[in-house]
């Protein structure tokens, strides 16, 4: 049975969804058997995609939307709520 879940969360690190932080995101999204997609204002781009997520502009502050479906579905939530709250692993 396929999923679908839905959660705001913040960017809350520095330099925002920059291109090592997309990255990072893509790697881990493609990890799983779920469609990962992020949503800000009137844009959105799927999370294996890191010209995708960096044409979003997600800076420090920004409010994204995450849409998760698949098999997979809360474990790619999880995790990528984890990287995103854990400011992409940046120490500032």
Not at 25 to 37: D, G, H, P, W, Y
Not at 76 to 88: N, P, R, T
């Amino acid at each position: 049975m396929s999923e679908r879940l839905e959660k705001t969360l913040l960017i809350v690190n520095k330099l925002g969804l920059h291109a090592r932080a997309a990255t990072q995101l893509v790697k881990l999204a493609n990890q799983f058997e779920a469609e990962v997609t992020i949503v800000q204002d009137d844009k959105s781009a799927s999370a294996s995609s890191v010209l995708g997520l960096m044409m979003l502009e997600s800076c420090q502050g920004k409010e994204i939307q995450v849409i998760s479906e698949g098999k997979d579905a809360q474990q790619a939530m999880d995790a990528v709520e984890e990287l995103i709250v854990g400011k992409f692993n940046e120490s500032e």
